[in-house]
């Protein structure tokens, strides 16, 4: 999608050429926050070139530490300061020195205190900045995570990119919303975790997320704007382009208080968020949990309508889905004549089961019969979505052969349903069922299907998809 | 509890000394469920007489099949049915002739096909049962768990009793109760899934609970009354006596249809249901999570209020945190400047991190320092409450040492936490964690804390917990 937009763009912030490194101790020390920055990189397998700094020299890793960015031979364009925060103005004095385009401040220790000498600090920081012609991310924030290029600022985020981008003010959440997302087969363009935006801030993450080619799916987690004034018409032109998923932290005062201290947010009033969220046709979410969710089920559920099959196993669960999805204005219904005779030829008189939908086929592990029940459903056409349950909780024997059967239909079938399937393998966290779950999670997750950990949680997100794409077409 | 309740008691239900189990096959067959019974009622160790039973005779796990219960030489308590519906009449007439107590239809087939045929056959073995002086269970349900008198439907239940009676008109509903209870530490009394009611129904269940002295709490999930002109009042008094959590299946128009279909229970208007409980003094949950989740709150927490500590790793979890308790009507009190003053003291400028609570103590992995601030947070009197947030989606080596430090800490003051305190390790279901947040649970389990999934779902459960209390106090 091209654009009249004339912000310039951040690639240079997510494609760094080299990266320094400042604060990385060599071996000696236990741990350290800069060396862990390294490990990182070199894991992600960053193949710019990489240049610790401490300005105690030495080697770590095999590389020569230098012991200031002047020292360094070549250009450096990406710094990740892990030096306490009293001394980030004279590094950023190096960095505009040395042609620096952009400064990562993990570093914290600024308007997140809540004293004016934290402020000062930041201001004067970013005064420095301003002059020099440097951007800045944070202070107070992880970092970048770029698949694409080799950028990651923690252990074990996979090297496979995705449409996926989010920004965070807490780096807690970016983990988790990566770990999260990935686990369940939704892999990342960029993710960046912020912290207190006092340079680079949301309205800049959002402008380019709407222009950049490699996403398609935006998951932010806000405390407060930095930039107010151009917030509306930015998330307006980025909701426009494409799905923008928001939590927004601090929308009560205790809230508002805590981001306050978190990130130095101003949080604002949780009503008119919400308010503006709607007008600009973002989706608000409520919690970490459907902030990922609802991104997941944009990635893999196409189409619209809000017509559902429930197929369950054990018909409690059924009721309960249909209660739910009765709250939420989604419809389950009645399966027609046509399908119910098809359904019975498989299902000839199994007592205790319903086929109207939702489609109780308690008792069911045979292949075929599970098969044949799914293609008949994914043939009606008036079911434009479909859950699947499956309980993995009946005992572990039971459970095992369930998984096995119904992974192996799913999968057979997955170019007929993936599209509109979600699948909640229905389970406790014990030791007895986890490798069942984990196994029926990986390999349906291969085969493009939405896996979800609970009906609740995958009709709530429905739900939410549903009513997104229904104002959108309006 | 003494009563004045005149009914007669279930004690017989739950007490059998000895049972026949109909329809079972010799190990010619290849799946039967008659077996299934079984093998799981050997599996859980119960002492009294076993008599399988089959027309066609024959030997199982050393056990004599008896061709008709006639031919079984001593009394017989309790039957478990698990042949065809046609052949049901025929059995319980046996049943009148044998002086059995109890039978317990596994089998299904009867007024939840929603046809005259299963009315009518169901009202003929209901019949027959009433004139030969016969109770029964179901049909259409699993049937018993009872661990002190290692009663059981379903292989892998623990043979370790608790306090809480789980009544379901679901089969797989109870199964995951059972299981999600007894996995976070919650054991059973009693359990019973009670399918269509036809005989023994949701008051008479409700009734017995009332007076039971091994169960403290009782976790409902009803379909269809079978006894509404009982109900309001068997309720009440159950509720006064201890707590009582429904999940109301069939409160929409689709799911009343499919609880028609499922139990062939009339399931009446939600709202109505909603009054009613909350007349009664009972506590409605939306979901099978909230009503393990509650359930399990009111064993582990003690004591009123409505004041929450929040202790997390990374700022965004606590501001999540707070603004979910706004919403829900907890409080975060600003932690006095004398608590303050202690954290200080082991958290001398942490940047980024808020004593004020939240606690946001991000960084912290040294087992004396989390136990120092935990310590003095356990000591704060105005923090009713505790949710402690391990996020274990860092990366798997901080998350390992991350766990193994809470755990210790958390073990460690056990005794002044354990009554108030709710342990939420934030994951990721992945092989990288799974086994790291399972010893976790489990350590936190076996100590006596309450561990959550989720902020979102522990926070949920609290409320409710607090909002029953409240009233309650009125």
């Known amino acids: 999608m091209t654009s009249a937009n004339t912000a310039p763009t951040l690639d240079f912030v997510f494609h760094p050429a080299s990266i320094a490194i400042v604060g990385v101790a060599d ?6 926050s800069g060396r862990n920055f390294l490990n990182v990189l070199l894991e992600a397998g960053y193949s710019g ?32 300061s892990a030096i306490p925060a009293p001394t980030a103005p004279r590094l950023m004095a190096e960095c505009v020195a040395k042609g620096v385009r952009l400064v990562h401040f993990f570093t914290a220790g600024f308007s997140e205190l809540g004293d004016e000498s934290g402020r000062r600090l930041e201001a004067e920081v970013l005064e420095i900045a301003r002059r020099g012609g440097v951007r800045m991310t944070g202070p107070n924030g992880m ?38 997302a990935t686990t369940r087969g939704l892999f990342i363009s960029k993710a960046i975790s912020y912290g207190n935006a006092a ?36 998330l307006k032109r980025t909701a426009n382009a494409k799905p923008v998923v928001i939590l927004k932290g601090g929308i009560s005062p205790t809230g508002a208080r805590s981001a306050a201290s978190h990130t130095g947010s101003l ?9 503006m ?18 991104a997941l089920l944009l990635k893999c559920l196409v189409g619209g309508g809000h017509s559902m099959a429930f ?20 419809t389950l219904p009645e399966a027609p004549a046509e399908i119910r005779a098809k359904l019975r030829t498989i299902w000839p008189s199994e007592a205790g089961s319903s086929l109207r939908n939702p489609v109780d086929i308690f008792g069911g592990s045979n292949k075929k019969v599970i098969a044949d029940t799914l293609s008949i459903i994914a043939d009606w056409p008036e079911a434009d979505f479909l859950v699947v349950h499956l309980p993995l909780y009946i005992n572990p024997a039971s459970s095992s052969l369930l998984a096995t059967v119904y992974v192996q239909a799913l999968v057979d079938l997955a170019d007929r349903l993936r599209e509109k399937t979600i699948v909640v393998p ?9 490798k069942i779950v984990l196994d029926v999670q990986t390999s349906l997750v291969r085969a493009g299907f939405a896996v979800f950990p609970s009906v609740t949680r995958a009709i709530n997100a429905l739900a939410r998809v549903i009513a997104y794409r229904q104002r959108r077409r309006r």
């Not at 406790?428 to 069922?433: D, G, L, R």
């Open 426 to 434: 229905g389970s406790v966290f014990s030791e007895a069922t986890n």
């Open 143 to 180: 970092g970048i995570y770029c698949p694409e290029s080799g950028l990651s600022f923690m252990s074990g985020f996979p090297k496979e990119k995705g449409p996926l981008a989010v920004m965070s003010q807490s780096g807690a959440f970016s983990a988790y919303a990566v770990r999260e």
């Open 199 to 234: 340079d680079l801030n949301e309205a800049d993450f959002l402008d380019y997320f709407a222009d950049d080619q490699a996403t398609r799916i935006v998951a932010a987690y806000i405390e407060g704007p930095r930039a107010p004034g151009r917030l509306l018409a930015t």
């Open 311 to 330: 197929v369950g196993f054990g018909g409690g669960v059924g009721v309960h889905g249909a209660d739910l999805c009765s709250a939420l204005g989604l």
């Open 277 to 294: 969220i709607r007008q600009a046709g973002a989706i608000q979410v409520d919690n970490p949990e459907e902030l990922v969710d609802v």
């Open 49 to 80: 070139r990489i240049y610790p700094v401490n300005r105690n020299g030495g080697q770590v890793q095999g590389l020569k530490i230098f012991r200031s960015l002047e020292e360094i031979p070549g250009p450096v364009d990406f710094v990740i």
């Open 27 to 32: 071996e000696s020390a236990s741990t350290n």
């Open 267 to 275: 949080a604002g009033s949780g009503t008119v968020w919400s308010a």
